[in-house]
């Protein structure tokens, strides 16, 4: 994690995520499989599936990410948005997909925190101090539920295994975007560890988003070069038109001076 500044020039904390080079493998009905990441030693039917979709170099992790047909295509012609037509092989990269002020949700597998009791898994109370609870400060208290009907109702949040888990975040900001590296500057945390394996997915844009002026200055020098050509055309326009000294002056009865 860092700190960058968000839209509205408020300093916040932001998690930095490398995103790519993300490479199609295999096109299926209604998902496309990515394949991302590498490293020494891939084992030999990975460095194979990759080289049948025309990719050289091995990779590591390979996942299967649902798309969406658009009805203007045919059925066999498969499109995400600006992307156009998949195949395998392709390279999708990050401003392609993302921009500055989308929202998206991060999946990942939390941290592992090993055997954690109920005040830390779940957030107990645990019992009071006095009262001769001497050894009784973090004990979940009672688990069953009387006589009738005599046991203990599954679900019940106890001691156990915490973290290693799905979990997904929703509703974060893009406050950044490193194309040349390939980061993807997020607005808050994400699950995992540092070099964890998360699923960015993107699901619109942040309501009432307000753009920087960074953003904004490829507009105004539009709007510059199309008043500067106005004017130029205005001046050639003036300079080409002879005025002849003869002409007399409808106001002022004298003949105009060129």
């Known amino acids: 994690m860092t700190s960058t500044y968000d839209s509205r020039g408020r300093r916040v904390g932001a998690t930095a995520l490398q995103i790519g080079p993300n490479f199609v493998t295999q096109v299926n009905s209604n998902s496309v499989q990515l394949g991302f990441g590498t490293k020494k030693s891939v084992k030999k039917p990975q460095i194979g599936h990759g080289k049948k979709a025309g990719i050289e170099q091995p990779l590591r992790w390979f996942r299967e990410i649902e798309i969406m047909e658009d009805p203007s295509t045919p059925s066999t012609s498969l499109r995400t948005g600006p992307l156009g037509t998949i195949q395998p092989g392709t390279e999708i990269k990050l401003d392609q997909v993302f921009s500055i002020g989308d929202s998206i949700k991060v999946s990942g597998v939390s941290k592992g925190r090993g055997f954690a009791g109920v005040v830390k898994r779940h957030g107990f109370h645990g019992g009071p101090r006095t009262h001769g609870q001497s050894d009784r400060q973090r004990a979940p208290g009672a688990i069953g539920s009387g006589t009738t009907p005599g046991r203990v109702y599954k679900g019940k949040k106890m001691a156990g295994h915490m973290g290693s888990a799905s979990v997904s975040v929703r509703n974060l900001e893009v406050v ?51 008043k500067s050509e106005v004017s130029e055309s205005a001046d050639k326009q003036t300079t080409d038109t002879p005025i002849s000294s003869d002409t007399p002056n409808n106001e002022g009865g004298e003949n105009a001076k060129s």
């Open 176 to 226: 950044g975007i490193d194309k040349v590296k390939g980061y993807l500057i997020v607005k808050g945390a994400v699950p995992g560890p540092i070099g964890g394996l998360v699923t960015v997915t993107k699901f619109g844009r942040v309501k009432g988003y307000t753009p920087p002026p960074e953003e904004k200055v490829d507009e105004e020098e539009e709007g510059a070069s199309d």
